[in-house]
């Protein structure tokens, strides 16, 4: 696995939080966990209640994601033991995933499944909520999700294709955090990125697809170039 797949991971779970199924209900997701009326999200004093009571949710989440990403890479390691064939199916995959979160392909959308959502919360676990979220999310998020998985899958080893889900997750519980702890200033944001949600659905779908050639035609590696350079102009050392 090439470490300019990392960012590329971050990146689809920051993506992933702003899918419609996601970004809308952040104020219920979060007076859910922290029992925080939503009306009251932003008053002084319960910023650090509500991201203490977020930590369990996330774990919730990024537990069943990376279970996800071992799965893929498990399987990935079975059936395509060629890696050049392994990163052009996964390029293809990529590809495909990416003209369907630009909405130029058909993918079925659905809500959070509401039984399995209040199934958890009547059970009082803040970490099974978190879990619920990410099984019932995934049907809405599964473009930018079966991209990382696809990842995964071409990953060298379980423990790479772990980590890949996990820094999707960290992508995706750093917002939802942040949320927490600045809910009044978040909300303009999000209402922004709202109003430019296609936008954000066209450039996020045109770096799946460009990652996805890169896959295929084996020039992945130009990534990692630019990468480098740009660390160099950082005046960081590259370390891949």
Known sequence: MSLSAIPVAFLAGFV????????????????????VDADKLGQPGNAKR??????????????????????????????????????????????????????LLPWPERLLGARLLQGARSRGSRFLLGGAFAVCAAPCIGPVLAATLVLAGSSDTVLEGALLLAVYSLGLAVPFVL??????????????????????????????????????????????????????????????
């Open 16 to 35: 992933s939080f702003l899918a419609p199924c996601v970004l809308p209900l952040v104020p219920g997701y979060l007076s859910a966990v922290s029992a």
């Open 50 to 103: 509500v991201v203490a009571a977020s930590i369990p949710f996330v774990l919730g989440f990024t537990a069943v994601f990376v279970l996800l990403g071992v799965g893929a890479a498990l399987v990935g390691g079975r059936l395509l033991s060629d890696q050049f064939l392994l990163e052009r199916v996964a390029g293809f995959v990529l590809v495909v995933f990416g003209f369907a979160f630009m909405g």
């Open 179 to 240: 949320a927490g702890a600045v809910f009044s200033r978040a909300m303009g944001a999000f209402r922004w990125i709202r109003d430019h949600y296609r936008a954000i659905q066209v450039v996020g779908g045109a770096v799946m697809v460009a990652l996805g050639l890169l896959l295929f035609f084996e020039r992945f590696y130009v990534l990692r170039v630019y990468l480098n350079r740009f660390l160099e102009w950082l005046g960081l050392e590259p370390a891949f």
